[in-house]
């Protein structure tokens, strides 16, 4: 298969703890989106990547996460001190920069604190 | 502040039938509109796009119209399938590469 891939699918974990989540987009892809999606709820823009160069970043994005993309391939996701807010289906997309190209998404890890 | 304003929040539809789902932007910056379908447990999936240069576009049995002056666009699903059943999200970006604005979604229904 050579879609989006999100590991892992599942994270349940103690408020309080650290999680992280990793992307790997589509290999030709150099354009990587985090989005949050509550139960219910359209998705929502985290942050996003052009190669290894982080372009943007929401104001949902707060101190405790970060992303990262090393060498401009996969991606992580980093979330410390989990509160129970955080609870919530994380997405990864990817798309080819430059020109008009559609983001592709994977099927995302769903996060629960407990 | 929610930019991009979907309706219905649900809707269920006869099997053969014609499903409507409508959205509205503020942003006049946007001019790339997406659609994309999500089952249960799976990410969204891209189902077809427009650019404000085209009224409509249509891919097989899934329409979008587009009204610029309105600033709405929707997404007419005709001879609706129970494989159809599932939440439809469009979204809105300034252009086709960057961060998408979605809609809080609909979830189809199709009776057999």
């Known amino acids: 298969d050579t879609g989006v891939s999100q590991n892992p699918r599942h994270k349940i974990t103690k408020r309080g703890q650290n999680v992280t989540f990793r992307c790997d987009p589509i290999?030709?892809?150099?354009?990587l989106y985090w989005y949050r999606q509550t139960l219910g709820q359209g998705p929502e823009f985290l942050t996003y990547?052009?190669?290894?160069?982080?372009?943007?970043k929401s104001r949902l994005l707060s101190d405790r996460f970060s992303a990262e993309r090393p060498k401009g391939s996969f991606s992580t996701l980093e979330i410390q001190r989990t509160e129970q807010g955080d609870s919530a289906m994380y997405l990864c997309?990817?798309?080819?920069?430059?020109?008009?190209?559609?983001?592709?998404f994977g099927d995302g890890t769903r996060l629960s604190i407990l | 502040q929610q930019q991009v304003k979907q309706s219905p929040q649900s809707l269920i539809v006869q099997k053969g039938g014609i499903s409507i789902i409508n959205c509205a932007y503020e942003?006049?910056?946007?001019?790339?509109f997406p659609w994309y379908q999500q089952f249960p447990g799976k990410g969204p999936a891209l189902l077809i796009a427009?650019?404000?240069?085209?009224s409509e576009k249509k891919e097989g049995r899934f329409t979008i119209s587009f009204n610029k002056s309105a600033k709405q666009f929707s997404l007419h699903i005709m001879d609706s399938q129970p494989g159809d059943s599932a939440t439809y999200f469009c979204?809105?970006?300034?252009?086709?590469?960057?961060?998408?604005?979605f809609g809080g979604g609909t979830r189809v229904l199709v009776k057999p």
């Open positions: 997309a990817s798309s080819l920069g430059g020109g008009p190209s559609p983001q592709h």
């Open positions: 290999s030709e892809h150099n354009r």
């Open positions: 990547f052009q190669n290894e160069a982080q372009l943007e």
């Open positions: 942003n006049t910056a946007f001019d790339y």
């Open positions: 427009i650019r404000p240069d085209v």
């Open positions: 979204a809105a970006s300034r252009a086709a590469g960057n961060k998408l604005t």
